[in-house]
């Protein structure tokens, strides 16, 4: 119970989920300079990048973003089947208990 007479919430706050959304998306980030930097930038010559090197970084960059968009597709794919299956199990069970 709370201070205020109500049931403390179940599951992590929405700051929590803030937080741990904006440290995956910072560990994404590094994760994509870090792969991109390494595949498209041989020699650091100068301050401004090269026209080849732009458009390898463009690539790389959209390739990463669209493998990141996938993934997360499938995650919550696979999230809506489990839900479903565990609501059928609860169902089937409350049934069964009925009897």
Same mark, same amino acid.
């Given at each position: 119970?709370?201070?205020?007479?109500?049931? @403390?919430?179940?599951?992590?706050?929405p700051v929590d989920l803030a937080k741990a959304e904006m440290d995956d998306?910072? =560990?994404?980030?590094?994760?994509?300079? #870090?792969?991109?930097?390494? *595949?498209? &930038?041989? #020699?650091?010559? @100068?301050?401004?990048?090269?026209?080849? @090197?732009?458009?390898? &970084?463009?690539?790389?960059?959209? #390739?990463?973003? @669209?493998?990141?968009?996938?993934?997360? =597709?499938?995650?919550? *794919?696979?999230? =809506?089947?489990?839900?479903?299956?565990q609501e059928s199990q609860q169902q089937i069970a409350a049934a069964m208990?009925?009897?």
């Amino acid at each position: 119970m709370n201070m205020f007479g109500g049931s @403390e919430p179940s599951g992590p706050s929405p700051v929590d989920l803030a937080k741990a959304e904006m440290d995956d998306l910072n =560990e994404m980030f590094t994760r994509m300079n #870090k792969a991109c930097f390494q *595949k498209c &930038i041989q #020699k650091v010559k @100068e301050g401004d990048l090269q026209v080849g @090197e732009m458009t390898c &970084i463009d690539r790389c960059v959209g #390739k990463f973003m @669209e493998a990141r968009v996938r993934v997360q =597709e499938q995650f919550q *794919k696979q999230s =809506e089947a489990l839900q479903a299956q565990q609501e059928s199990q609860q169902q089937i069970a409350a049934a069964m208990g009925g009897q």
